[in-house]
């Protein structure tokens, strides 16, 4: 690993959800039913988990990467909800969790953020921009973060039968939230064996297959978009408005966290 000048503060507005707003579902992996209401808090209130009758500030010293998914405290499959919250824009949000799991909805982040809707400006916050070039290789990948004016990501793919590349700026990443989640179908058995993806819903997963993928696409490289939305996620571990552009080859949510880890000064990871 090498990490190099660190990160710099930069001064953002401060944003929440206009009122409280609530989804159900039932989630991916468990299956099992829960719902999530968001709360709005004033500027300097950060984001938030409220589940298992415990806070949990959302930094990436508090995130577990078990079983193909972001975990904070007693909230399973954060990462799409995050992914959400980090494009809107939003700074400061409680996140109530009433069960194990954010539900999985239709595989994608797109239902979150319209959710969120148009938030509301409460004042200003900091933001964190990365100082200078940090690059990781780990979990079977390879990530770098690097200055950028705003926040970029570009992530490759690359897998049997499935090789794809994807790249979304500071003006399209929304772009990328429609994009759901997707397994190889070589992976199916095994992964439902191990007591995952109890909650998939026809359409809501897209499986690749040898020769291609066996649901209708939304785009594409709908299964690049979906590692960066993934990826846009566990960025928002870091809790704040980021500036930098990620590269990720190979990610996994692991990469991700490591990759936040290391380039995010303890100030930003304390609470």
Same mark, same amino acid.
């Given at each position: 690993?090498?990490?190099?000048?660190?990160?710099?503060?930069?001064?953002?507005?401060?944003?929440?959800?206009?009122?409280? =707003?609530?989804?159900?579902?039932?989630?991916?992996?468990?299956?099992?039913?829960?719902?999530?209401?968001?709360?709005?808090?004033?500027?300097?209130?950060?984001?938030?988990?409220?589940?298992?009758?415990?806070?949990?500030?959302?930094?990436?010293?508090?995130?577990?990467?078990?079983?193909?998914?972001?975990?904070?405290?007693?909230?399973?499959?954060?990462?799409?909800?995050?992914?959400?919250?980090?494009?809107?824009? =939003?700074?400061?949000?409680?996140?109530?969790?009433?069960?194990?799991?954010?539900?999985?909805?239709?595989?994608?982040?797109?239902?979150?953020?319209?959710?969120?809707?148009?938030?509301?400006?409460?004042?200003?916050?900091?933001?964190?921009?990365?100082?200078?070039?940090?690059?990781?290789?780990?979990?079977?990948?390879?990530?770098?973060?690097?200055?950028?004016?705003?926040?970029?990501?570009?992530?490759?793919?690359?897998?049997?039968?499935?090789?794809?590349?994807?790249?979304?700026?500071?003006?399209?990443?929304?772009?990328?939230?429609?994009?759901?989640?997707?397994?190889?179908?070589?992976?199916?058995?095994? =992964?439902?064996?191990?007591?995952?993806?109890?909650?998939?819903?026809?359409?809501?997963?897209?499986?690749?297959?040898?020769?291609?993928?066996?649901?209708?696409?939304?785009?594409?490289?709908?299964?690049?978009?979906?590692?960066?939305?993934?990826?846009?996620?566990?960025?928002?571990?870091?809790?704040?408005? =980021?500036?930098?552009?990620?590269?990720?080859?190979?990610?996994?949510?692991?990469?991700?966290?490591?990759?936040?880890?290391?380039?995010?000064?303890?100030?930003?990871?304390?609470?």
């Amino acid at each position: 690993m090498s990490v190099a000048a660190p990160a710099q503060a930069f001064k953002a507005p401060a944003r929440t959800v206009a009122t409280t =707003v609530a989804l159900a579902g039932v989630g991916l992996h468990t299956g099992a039913p829960a719902k999530v209401t968001l709360h709005p808090e004033e500027a300097g209130a950060g984001l938030a988990f409220l589940a298992g009758g415990e806070r949990v500030p959302v930094h990436p010293d508090q995130a577990r990467t078990p079983g193909g998914c972001t975990v904070l405290g007693a909230a399973r499959t954060v990462e799409h909800l995050l992914a959400a919250v980090l494009v809107a824009g =939003v700074t400061d949000l409680t996140i109530e969790l009433d069960g194990p799991e954010v539900p999985g909805l239709d595989g994608s982040a797109l239902p979150w953020l319209e959710l969120i809707g148009e938030p509301v400006t409460t004042g200003w916050t900091e933001g964190l921009q990365v100082g200078g070039p940090t690059r990781l290789e780990a979990h079977g990948g390879v990530a770098v973060a690097e200055p950028a004016g705003g926040l970029e990501v570009a992530v490759t793919v690359a897998f049997p039968g499935l090789h794809q590349a994807c790249q979304a700026g500071p003006d399209d990443l929304a772009s990328v939230l429609d994009a759901r989640t997707f397994l190889l179908h070589a992976q199916l058995d095994a =992964v439902l064996a191990a007591g995952q993806g109890q909650g998939v819903r026809p359409g809501g997963v897209v499986v690749w297959g040898p020769r291609g993928s066996l649901v209708p696409l939304r785009s594409p490289d709908e299964p690049a978009r979906h590692k960066a939305l993934d990826l846009l996620g566990d960025l928002a571990l870091v809790g704040c408005p =980021v500036r930098g552009r990620f590269t990720v080859d190979r990610g996994s949510h692991a990469l991700h966290v490591a990759l936040v880890r290391a380039f995010a000064p303890p100030r930003s990871r304390s609470g």
